[in-house]
């Protein structure tokens, strides 16, 4: 198996504070890894890391084959990053902003119906400006704008969040298939009793780094 992320001693710091404190960790190609903890154990600062969004201070980090320090852009157009905010533009268009979405990573802009439809978005809304929509739609389209570039590294903060049980279970189903096809996906949720079903391994978190690993040993 050959490694997608794998951090060693890794400390990264937010401002004067630190987020990751000595973190160790490898995830190979394919798997599907849960990260739970309290607030503030840095879940979301591993998931920013691995995207390069807050830099390695100290430590050896590579992401997709890439030393994140020493270029951590490089490998962000293989990642998809789905974080609490969905980060839509309002104004446009649901299939308008899913087309922009894969326009900026070089998709066609033809994948933006199978990912509207995977997601099971419903077509009459296709063309409705993503403001006037509910909290679980604007969180399927975002799921469709990460979706439709087949990232090769998912990082998922919350994913569900908003979605009802349906959705929730056909999320989970597009999780496991992108899986199989070969994607690594990193997930923070406290929806347990659901994500434990689908997770390949489980880490906890506390302090910054990892306390627990249901692969380790």
């Known amino acids: ?9 890794v400390v990264c710091v937010a401002g004067s504070f630190p987020v ?22 840095g879940k979301t600062s591993l998931l920013r890391a691995c995207a390069g969004l807050i830099s390695v201070s100290s430590g050896k980090a590579s992401v997709l084959g890439f030393d994140m320090r020493v270029d951590r852009k490089a490998p962000r157009r293989h990642i998809g990053l789905l974080g609490h905010e969905n980060n839509l533009y309002r104004d ?16 066609r802009a ?13 077509q009459q809304l296709w063309s409705v400006p993503i403001g006037s929509l509910s909290a679980g739609q604007r969180r399927k ?19 569900h969040a908003a979605l009802d049980t ?30 434990k079903e689908i997770a390949s391994r489980v880490i906890t978190m506390d ?7 249901s692969g380790a040993g």
């Open 1 to 9: 198996m050959s490694a997608v992320v794998e951090f060693e001693g």
């Open 20 to 41: 990751l404190t000595g973190l160790d960790l490898r995830v190979d190609r394919g798997e599907i890894l849960h990260v739970q903890g309290e607030n503030g154990a």
């Open 92 to 107: 446009l268009e649901v299939s308008k902003h899913v087309e922009f979405r894969a326009a900026s990573v070089g998709a």
């Open 110 to 122: 033809s994948d933006t119906a199978a990912a509207l439809e995977k997601v099971r978005f419903p």
């Open 141 to 159: 389209v975002a799921i469709a704008s990460l979706l439709v570039g087949r990232p090769q590294l998912w990082l998922l903060d919350e994913p």
């Open 166 to 195: 349906e959705s929730r279970k056909n999320l989970d189903a597009i999780l496991i298939e992108a899986s199989a096809s070969g994607a690594t996906i990193i997930f923070v949720s406290h929806e347990s009793p659901v994500t």
């Open 207 to 213: 302090g910054g780094r990892i306390t627990e690993d």
